[in-house]
């Protein structure tokens, strides 16, 4: 069974702060890391996604894979009340491309 | 673009009954998925379409959930007899094309959820 983790949080910040998500993965063979955030309520919508070693940056967000490790994070800089959600980790499995999702990290942005 | 559509988006039921959830993907994507969430948890993967084939099913209860992707486009997710433990947020999502291994094509999109209550 392959696994994805994440610590379930809640991970509270302060506005302004850099809110570090952490996801760890078992298959050593899985080739694309994916970032969903979910409010609460509504569903999972893509941040980012990443596939290379090393850092992938997209305006606030900045997601790091690191394969020898197993393990890929996102970073949320100068973080915000409205990044207040669940963060869900998507890690897609070498060959034959199935998706298997982390628990998720909420994430609290108080002012 | 219109999104991954579904529904209905609410259903209340008994246990033992049946109850059927429908899902329109992105036109074009050839990849469907279904998934069922509980609360508290992450998605968790149920069945996987390309086009109207199986992907993998390893996960579907097989002996009261059933779908189907006749067509290779639209796809019905079944749920005969209803537990109690199937209370959840069942989310319908699609890519362009798993197969590919490029992430620009199995980045996958999300349904806004169909959720159902057992009681």
């Known amino acids: 069974q392959k696994e994805v983790e994440q610590n379930s949080g809640p991970l509270s910040v302060p506005e302004g702060a850099i809110a570090s998500l952490n996801c760890t993965y078992s298959?050593?063979?899985?080739?694309?890391f994916f970032w969903y955030r979910q409010y609460s309520g509504k569903s999972p919508e893509l941040i980012m996604f990443?596939?290379?070693?090393g850092d992938k940056e997209d305006g606030r967000f900045t997601a790091q894979l690191n394969k020898a490790s197993q393990y890929v994070s996102l970073l949320i800089r100068d973080s915000q009340p409205s990044d207040s959600a669940t963060y869900l980790c998507a890690v897609l499995s070498g060959g034959s491309y199935i998706p298997t999702f982390g628990r998720g990290t909420s994430l609290i942005v108080h002012p | 673009e219109a999104g991954v559509a579904q529904s209905p988006r609410y259903k209340i039921i008994e246990k033992r009954q049946s109850v059927a959830f429908w899902c329109n993907p992105i036109?074009?994507?050839?990849?469907l998925y279904w998934y069922q969430q509980i609360l508290g948890q992450g998605p968790k993967l149920l069945i996987q379409f390309q086009n109207n084939g199986v992907v993998d099913d390893s996960q579907l209860p097989k002996d009261r959930f059933s779908a189907e992707r006749l067509k290779g486009v639209d796809s019905t997710l079944k749920i005969q007899p209803a537990k109690l433990e199937d209370s959840a947020v069942y989310l319908c999502?699609?890519?362009?094309?798993?197969?590919?291994?490029?992430?620009?094509?199995?980045?996958?999109?999300f349904g806004p959820g169909t959720r159902l209550t057992v009681l």
């Open positions: 990443i596939y290379s070693n």
């Open positions: 036109s074009g994507h050839a990849t």
């Open positions: 999502a699609s890519s362009l094309d798993f197969t590919s291994g490029e992430t620009s094509t199995d980045t996958q999109y």
């Open positions: 298959d050593r063979g899985s080739q694309s």
